[in-house]
């Protein structure tokens, strides 16, 4: 579907002379395919601006040697700068649950993934931690939400908070933490409503959970296929209630994933997971090398 990355370039420097060194000339033809690719492959335009603006310092001049082409140079130059983008300090896979009963809060728009992430999220901690985990869920508009994270709790042998009907969300978050208080929890994951859209009353509410449980993770869980949307969603969600990592979902279908640089360049939190389908199974720990080669196809 999508031209690689190194044909295009190819393509474009069998056009140019070839020298010792790339020319400020070679690196803006090249570069204009890359902007191409990293659109094409969701990432927002002020990002992909930036990121090529960030490249072409690094580029000209660089050598080029006899046993690579100048295309594959400034294929390598782009990779080595989108991984440097894409990869955080921190380690994606290890969550901060010292402290039991450490909180995890999930957010996100609904539809987005959050319930079958946090289910896939509690096997993943039960199994590779040994912890042990109690999920609830605060959707309290949406009595089929609380159903489904019940029914995914008992598939995958994890225990869900008792619904009790007419409770906030405050309410509910509170309960819980007692509860994995009083029942020697490791972890409890609070699996917060979703609206189709931001709005204010929905921010007010995540904010007033965060602050009744002091969340050691806040993890915001988005369709990675959303690009754009995916960015605004970020941002608002860390400026409102500060998010400690991100969980792309739907990686598993025919986008790019260009959604994680732009999120990563905006936002400054590191992708921590990746979704990559419906089953309980269906979660790997974020690799910066992989969605790198992805986006340039
Ligand atoms: P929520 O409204 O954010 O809680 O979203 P749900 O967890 O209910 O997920 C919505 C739909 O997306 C469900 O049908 C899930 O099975 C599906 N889904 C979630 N994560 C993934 C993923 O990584 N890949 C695919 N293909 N589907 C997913």
Known sequence: MFENLSE????????????????????????????VALLEADVSLPVA?????????????????????????????????????????????????DNPPAPILMVGLQGGGKTTTTAKLAKRLKEREKKR?????????????????????TQIGVDTL???KGESAVQIAKRAKQQATLGGYDVYM?????RLQIDQVLMDEVAEVAAA??????LLVVDGLTGQVAVEVA?????????TGVVLTRMDGDGRGGAALSMR???????????????????ETFEAERIAGRILG
């Open 235 to 243: 941002q608002e969600f860390d400026a409102k209630v500060g998010i």
């Open 190 to 194: 609070l699996d917060t409503a979703g």
């Open 8 to 35: 295009r370039l190819g393509g474009v420097f069998d056009r140019l002379t070839k020298q010792g060194a790339l020319s400020e000339d070679d690196v803006k033809t090249a570069l204009r395919e890359v902007r």
């Open 133 to 153: 985990v109690l999920m609830a869920s605060l959707d309290t508009n949406r009595p089929a939400a609380m159903e489904q994270l019940a029914i995914l709790g």
């Open 162 to 164: 008792p619904i009790v």
């Open 49 to 97: 601006r930036d990121f090529i603006k960030a490249v072409e310092g690094k580029a000209t001049g660089a050598a080029v040697t006899k046993s690579i082409t100048p295309g594959q140079q400034v294929v390598k130059i782009v990779h080595d700068a989108l991984i440097d983008v894409l990869r955080g300090a921190e380690d994606p896979g290890t969550l901060k649950i």
């Open 265 to 283: 360049a905006v936002t400054g939190k590191p992708i921590r997971f990746v979704g990559l389908g419906e089953k309980m199974d269906a979660l």
């Open 213 to 218: 449980t002091k969340p050691r993770e806040t």
